[in-house]
């Protein structure tokens, strides 16, 4: 049994780490408990719990709103990575952070590999990819999980979104020229939960950063259309209301046609060999994925 800190428990993320770590000792703590923007707060914290493993899902998210709020960004993103390795550091501690797809530029037409060239578009990714520096710094054993396109059962999403939009409007507009792998905060844990079969923080060769996504590529476009069938299929199967919307009526459009003040990357795809091959852990498509959150939704 692990002493864990873990942070962001109302997060999609943290929500879900939360639920499936219940064989473990773990001090789960919300941004009330632990205020990230608090480099003091956060040394306080550390020193009180001692743990052996911090987890770190805890971010700033809100890609658009960072363009004109990049010290919060930053210091949330960057400089609270930074001072968790440092007291996890001091207690011969382990780190599990989470990054992001966003540390691309999305310019390869292939999968990202780890050792591909990083080029952050947003004050969001160029923040991300400062926390992973940072924790690389310090030296200590961690893993840097690299998701996308998070979504879940539980907090504000894309799926909701689209389900909510659905269930309001006849036909919607979505973008079709951006690529990457949805990914459930579900599959996320499950594959957390696999990872402590196989990490052992003392082997250094295993420290470093994984792609950490669902299986597969889509577009928002293909990913919308996926959520209406899926929900409109269970809908049938349970004798409830459909929505509004239904696939032929979900519009592709480009990236140009929906300006936002924060670039994205046109392919984000992540390739996750390198995790199947280092730990034998791998997460599911993004189909069954999205099939597992909506089980739960509908």
């Given amino acids: 049994m692990k002493k864990i800190l873990l942070t962001g428990v109302n997060g999609q993320v943290g929500h879900a780490l939360q639920q499936k770590l219940s064989n473990h000792q773990v001090f789960a703590l919300n941004r009330d408990q632990l205020d990230l923007s608090d480099k003091d707060a956060i040394r306080r914290v550390v020193k009180a719990i001692q743990p052996d493993l911090i987890i770190n899902p805890a971010a700033y998210t809100a890609v658009d709103k960072a363009e004109s709020e990049p010290d919060l960004a930053y210091a949330i993103n960057a400089i609270a990575p930074q001072v968790l390795a440092e007291e996890a550091a001091k207690l011969n501690a382990a780190l599990i952070h989470f990054s992001t797809d966003y540390v691309y530029d999305g310019s390869k037409i292939e999968n990202y590999v780890e050792t591909d060239a990083v080029n952050p578009l947003s004050v969001y990714g160029k923040s991300k990819l400062a926390g992973e520096l940072a924790i690389n710094v310090v030296g200590l054993p961690h893993l840097i999980l690299r998701t996308s396109w998070v979504y879940g059962a539980y907090g504000k999403n894309f799926l909701k979104t689209i389900i909510r939009l659905a269930s309001e409007r006849y036909s919607l507009r979505i973008v079709a020229d951006q ?31 994984y792609h950490f996504t669902n299986q597969g590529k889509t577009s928002w476009h293909g990913f919308s259309s996926e959520i209406v069938s899926e929900y409109n299929r269970l809908a049938v199967s349970k004798s409830l209301q459909m929505l509004k919307a239904n696939v032929e009526n979900i519009e592709p459009i480009t990236t140009a046609d929906y300006p936002t003040p924060a670039a994205r990357p046109a392919n984000s795809t992540l390739s996750n060999q390198k995790l199947k091959q280092v730990f034998n852990v791998s997460l599911p498509s993004w189909q069954q994925g999205l099939q597992q959150v909506m089980q739960s939704l509908v």
Avoid: H, K, M, R
Wanted: aromatic share 10%; charged share 15%.
């Fill in 179 to 209: 690529f990457g792998a949805p990914t459930s905060s579900e599959s996320i844990a499950d594959a957390v939960i696999d990872l402590f079969n196989t990490w052992q923080p003392l082997e250094l060769s295993q420290t470093g950063v």
